[in-house]
């Protein structure tokens, strides 16, 4: 059996959403504390020049907090139901010593974050990093998507696919907090620059249904569907194929049971 599927690199691209994301404009975003009084050593700084993630450009927001402090910094954004997204951003840590206790997360979430959100492990969808075992794990520069872990209800393998619902106001969210000493040091100091949430479009999901040699006797014979997503840099193709007997012995792995693109 031979089954095809031939698709256009005509529909490849994405649409950015978020405004400011190169963290050097204030007015683009709305930042919160735990607290209507942050400590002195709590900080939010806008354009932040002296220093930047080693993937970043230009100015970027610093964020320090010490003792038991947390805070957010958010957008409200128009999201598209049933279309996925890409989210990423360069962060660095520069404290100068690595402290426990400590969470960084960039969600999606349906509503607007409040002095009582600050705590982790909340959103509808969110890269998650914490020192809960160990305070290394936040002594990073790089990428969220290369270290950070995905989760949340409409997690796709580090993607977001968002609900068939017609929610279409949507709050795009970093957050981070300690929860040590109250009021004493040490303190957490993160940079971060060009987040980024890319709209890939609706979901692409596409049946292999075009047979171009052999018969198919039912679905258990052979079904087969592709999802696909992409951004700037690549094309992520899922296949997912029902067969009820494999073949694996020809001479030539071509002729073998499998998938191929080209």
């Not at 809960?132 to 872990?149: A, H, M, N, V």
């Not at 039912?218 to 007997?245: E, H, K, P, Q, R």
């Amino acid at each position: 059996l031979i089954a095809g599927l031939l698709i256009s690199t005509s529909v490849l691209g994405f649409e950015e959403i978020i405004t400011g994301g190169n963290m050097e404009n204030a007015d683009d975003w709305t930042a919160i504390w735990r607290t209507d009084t942050p400590d002195p050593g709590d900080t939010i700084i806008f354009n932040y020049t002296d220093d930047a993630p080693a993937s970043g450009a230009g100015g970027c927001l610093r964020v320090t907090g010490q003792g038991q402090c947390g805070a957010t910094v958010f957008q409200e954004i128009t999201l598209a139901p049933r279309h996925i997204y890409s989210l990423d951003c360069a962060i660095k840590n520069i404290a100068a010593e690595q402290i426990a206790n400590t969470w960084v997360e960039f969600i999606l979430s349906k509503t607007a974050p409040t002095t009582a959100d600050y705590y982790p492990g909340t959103g509808d969808f969110r890269f998650q990093l914490n020192t809960w075992s160990d305070p290394d794990t936040l002594d990073y520069d790089g990428l969220i998507s290369e270290r950070f872990g995905a989760d949340g209800d409409y997690d796709i393998n580090g993607f977001a696919l968002l609900p068939t619902e017609n929610e279409t106001t949507w709050y795009i969210v970093i957050k981070f907090g300690c929860w040590n000493t109250a009021g004493q040091p040490p303190a957490f100091d993160f940079l971060f620059d060009n987040i980024s949430l890319a709209d890939l479009g609706a979901d692409n999901s596409f049946p292999i249904e075009n047979i171009i040699a052999g018969t198919v006797a039912d679905a258990d014979d052979f079904t087969g569907n592709l999802d696909m997503v992409w951004d700037a840099d690549s094309v992520y193709l899922d296949f997912n194929i029902t067969d009820d007997s494999i073949y694996l012995g020809a001479t030539n792995v071509y002729e073998d049971d499998n998938i191929e693109v080209y």
